[in-house]
T-cell receptor, first 108, second 112 residues
Framework: DAKTTQPPSMDCAEGRAANLPCNHSTISGNEYVYWYRQIHSQGPQYIIH???NNETNEMASLIITEDRKSSTLILPHATLRDTAVYYCIGHTGNQFYFGTGTSLTVIP | EAEVAQSPRYKITEKSQAVAFWCDPISGHATLYWYRQILGQGLELLVQ????????DSQLPKDRFSAERLKGVDSTLKIQPAELGDSAMYLCASSFSGNTIYFGEGSWLTVV
């Protein structure tokens, strides 16, 4: 599975869009990009995943570059409850490797 | 919505004692995972089951940790004897076929 690189922390103003980047330059053609988040003291929560095309669900949007070497998770209108650690993962069906992720703080 | 169930939610035990955690995955999920997360750190995979078989336990400290999934459904993770460094959150997760995994709320262990 591809190694991913994320900034350790980010801030976002409440009500604004939060754009969380992820670099996965070594991703292989059949690896999906998954995003999870972990709110303090809870288990990680699945957000979204994609392979090549951009994806959107009720929680977020996932934008994957055409070369698939990076992606961005977009929370369109961040709320205080979105404060969490966000993990970007490259996955082919084996182990899910959770790195240290990005700690997002939504500021009132 | 189906969830991964874990118990106990919190456990305090003295070092050298035995402790066990239980997990009931989402119905129909053949793959089950146990992760450990020390406070402030990332998730470490301890063991992965496919049905009742262990697929990966390379990071499981086998001198004191054991895991079983006898009937391929629920699973138990045991630590004996517990050490101070075992204080962490133990997370169970499951997936249908190695794809999207869903986590339980975790079991917090404090060893004193």
């Amino acid at each position: 599975d591809a190694k991913t690189t994320q900034p350790p922390s980010m801030d976002c103003a409440e009500g604004r869009a939060a754009n969380l980047p992820c670099n996965h330059s070594t991703i292989s053609g059949n690896e999906y990009v998954y995003w999870y988040r972990q709110i303090h003291s809870q288990g990680p929560q699945y957000i979204i995943h994609g392979l090549k095309n951009n994806e959107t669900n009720e929680m977020a949007s996932l934008i994957i570059t055409e070369d698939r070497k990076s992606s961005t998770l977009i929370l369109p209108h961040a709320t205080l409850r979105d404060t969490a650690v966000y993990y970007c993962i490259g996955h082919t069906g084996n182990q899910f490797y959770f790195g240290t992720g990005t700690s997002l703080t939504v500021i009132p | 919505e189906a969830e991964v169930a874990q118990s106990p939610r919190y456990k305090i035990t003295e070092k050298s004692q035995a402790v066990a955690f239980w997990c009931d995955p989402i119905s129909g999920h053949a793959t089950l995972y146990w992760y450990r997360q020390i406070l402030g750190q990332g998730l470490e995979l301890l063991v992965q089951f496919q049905d009742e078989s262990v697929v990966d336990d390379s990071q499981l400290p086998k001198d004191r940790f054991s895991a079983e999934r006898l009937k391929g459904v629920d699973s138990t993770l045991k630590i004996q004897p517990a050490e101070l460094g075992d204080s962490a959150m133990y997370l169970c997760a499951s997936s249908f076929s190695g794809n999207t995994i869903y986590f339980g709320e975790g079991s917090w262990l404090t060893v004193v």
